[in-house]
């Protein structure tokens, strides 16, 4: 057997031989000729090519490519982009983490190829963090992010008005008087401001 220049010298026939790689990623080319007892062979070494293996111990690269800072409708679309020189790339999957959460798999089906995008639903209101894990042909996996490190592409999500009521005004008044009010977001975006609105007695509300 002849792999890549390299001579193993005469075996022992068998079904299959045991053959560590040469270092560094790339195609290998493996030769070999049979014997058999009559010292006829079945081709000269180095004739035919009995195999061809590209090794392919390097990870695949993904990103995301943009979102928007504040979306307000679901699905979130997440665009992304990946590549691997050698195997190619056979899988990429989304995680996320919301704030103050832990990373976890979307649960999207997993994508293929070297572009696409994911349509992504968050549960509720709040800040998101999205990161792609490429696997290439040959089983590489780019690290999965695990705990509660923010990281990636992030985003607002907001997709649920703010509450507001009014809880303290005087039953009387004689001139200018204080308006009381409690106002919330929620896990939103925050309050931008808040407007009063008024009417007398049963006229239009201004």
Known sequence: LYFNGEYSG?????????WTLSAGDGTKTLYGGFQNHASMWSHYL??????????????PQSSISSVPDLVTSAPVSIPWTASDSLS???????????????????????????????QYAPPTDGRYYA????????????????????????????????ASEVDGCPAQANGTFSVHYAASDGTGSGLNFVNLWYRKDAGSWA
């Open 46 to 59: 180095e004739g035919d090519c009995l195999a061809t293996i590209i090794l392919d111990q390097t990870e």
């Open 88 to 118: 190619g790339v056979s899988a990429v999957e989304l995680y996320v983490l919301q704030e103050g959460g832990t990373w976890s798999n979307s649960g999207l089906a997993p994508q293929s190829g070297t572009s696409g995008t994911f």
């Open 131 to 162: 990161q792609t894990v490429a696997t290439d042909g040959a089983g590489n996996q780019e690290p999965v992010p695990s705990g509660s490190v923010p990281g990636g592409q992030d985003f607002m999500y907001d997709a649920n008005p703010p």
């Open 10 to 18: 005469h075996q022992p026939y068998s079904p299959s031989y045991p």
